[in-house]
């Protein structure tokens, strides 16, 4: 057997592509649920703390800067593992599924958090002033005049933040989630042959690559009329 | 001056930190009167002016405008500032909106008209400062002037009692000038109560009914253009617009 041949055996198998195709499809599935789920609760989360942060409120900002650092500092897959391994001792069992979309969700939040409020207070005074002196209240103005803009600001970073953050859905393998990985993991373990991996790849591609061109629509889409 | 002034500040001190910026200033504004807040960069001019509809809160002193206690917390300020039009300086039209929006915007969240009324009375706003045609616009389509001019609209749109100007032309090109004071000068036309921190000398002495000279914080002199400028009284006045006239 030439290199080539032995490269093209390991991880072109076509024979054991076929046999572990369907499983790395299921895989696929689950791995776009959590990743929905992650970015719907992430995101909106997210903006809910940066929305909060913006009243200005002294005790509850500290409180959410210190959540939001928190979930900045500890690696995601630190907070898997004690969301799964450590919570069952305080009587709480989460599933592997849950408390990785848990652990991603509050690890997304925090970033799209520090996201959003960048954008917020990169939207100049002078449009508050301008608004207030109209007589639109507060929220109004946050919500009419201030978080559009800081939408659009934010859009580039927060797709870039977003796509990093679901790709950490590999991460629930570890927890024996069947994700794409997680399958991926299994079919190369009981067929000793790394071709389920390229399968794997090849599926976080097609799952990721639309994604990552979706991204840079929405920037040119979100861009000024100028 | 008439006895029930529409403007009626007394008193005013304002402290940033150890800033003393304001140091007990009174100004009262008759009906249709257009008063000139002229002096030194650091005088206080747009403090006081940022006072007169709490855009600032004064840290001592009492504000009435249009019979309304601007300070007392009781006071719905978002209701008595519609009563208070605002031109800022950098015009702060939101970028997100068309003309058309930027006007419409107060007028049917604050005022809670329909959007059809509600536009066709922007529509009406734009066309007093000239702009009807360029109502789709957005602000980054428009000229420095014309977005001035669409600043105005959004505030006169609300049908205020006075207008505040804090150094309406200070950043437009000199050609771009012209344009927005000629709609601030229809404006006294039609008898709205002004009050204008501004360099325009020229327009000031054409079109105000007063001048109010500051400098650290306190007036120094107030009269009629003619005599402010031809005759001032003061050593700060008098240093202060011959620099300006050298201009």
Redesign the interface.
């Given at each position: 057997m030439t290199g080539w041949e032995r490269f093209t055996d390991s991880f072109f198998n076509a024979r054991v592509m076929a046999e572990y195709l369907p499983k790395i499809v299921d895989g696929f599935v689950l791995t776009v649920w959590l990743a929905l789920l992650i970015i719907v609760a992430g995101l909106a989360l997210g903006l809910l703390l940066a929305v909060l942060r913006a009243f200005g409120l002294r005790p509850l900002n500290w409180l959410i800067v210190f959540t939001v650092d928190l979930f900045r500092a500890l690696p995601p897959l630190v907070i898997i593992v004690l969301l799964f391994f450590g919570l069952p001792n305080a009587g709480i069992e989460l599933s592997g599924f849950v408390a990785s979309w848990l652990a991603l969700t509050l690890v997304l939040m925090a970033f799209a958090e520090e996201i959003f409020w960048a954008g917020i207070t990169s939207v100049?005074k002078?449009?508050w002033?301008?608004?207030?002196?109209?007589?639109?209240?507060f929220v109004?103005t946050l919500a009419?005049?201030v978080l559009?803009?800081a939408l659009?600001i934010t859009i580039p970073p927060l797709t870039n933040r977003t796509i990093a953050i679901t790709k950490g859905t590999a991460l629930a393998s570890v927890v024996a989630v069947q994700d794409i990985l997680g399958a991926a993991n299994a079919g190369v373990s009981f067929s000793f042959n790394p071709s389920p991996l390229t399968l794997g790849a090849i599926a976080y591609l097609i799952l990721f690559f639309p994604v990552v061109v979706l991204g840079r629509w929405i920037e040119t889409r979100f861009a000024?009329?100028? | 001056m008439s006895p029930a002034p529409i403007v009626d500040a007394r008193a005013i001190h304002k402290h940033f930190g150890h800033l003393h910026v304001l140091r007990g200033v009174d100004l009262q504004v008759a009906e249709k009167e257009l008063v000139f807040l002229i002096g030194p960069s650091g005088s206080g001019k747009s403090t006081l002016l940022r006072c007169l509809n709490r855009l600032e809160e004064p840290s001592a002193g009492s504000v009435t405008v249009d019979g309304i206690d601007m300070l007392d917390p009781r006071t719905d300020i978002n209701k008595a500032r519609q009563r208070i039009g605002m031109v800022f300086q950098s015009f702060n039209l939101y970028p997100h909106m068309t003309a058309l929006g930027n006007v419409a915007l107060a007028l049917r969240k604050v005022q809670g008209l329909p959007r059809a009324d509600a536009e066709a009375k922007a529509q009406a706003a734009l066309e007093r400062v000239h702009l009807a045609d360029r109502a789709d616009h957005y602000p980054a389509q428009l000229s420095g002037g014309q977005q001035q001019r669409v600043a105005i609209a959004r505030a006169i749109a609300l049908e205020p009692r006075v207008m505040l100007f804090d150094e309406p032309t200070s950043a437009l090109d000199p050609e771009l000038v012209g344009g927005v004071l000629a709609v601030m000068r229809e404006l006294r036309e039609d008898g709205m109560t002004m009050v204008v921190v501004s360099h325009e000398m020229g327009f000031a002495r054409a079109a105000a009914d007063r001048v109010v000279f500051m400098a650290d914080g306190l007036i120094v002199e107030t009269g009629p253009p003619g005599e402010i400028f031809a005759n001032p009284q003061h050593e700060r006045t008098r240093a202060f617009i011959s620099q300006i006239e050298r201009h």
């Open positions: 100049p002078g449009q002033e301008a608004a207030r002196s109209t007589g639109l209240g109004q009419f005049v559009p803009q659009r000024w009329r100028r | -």
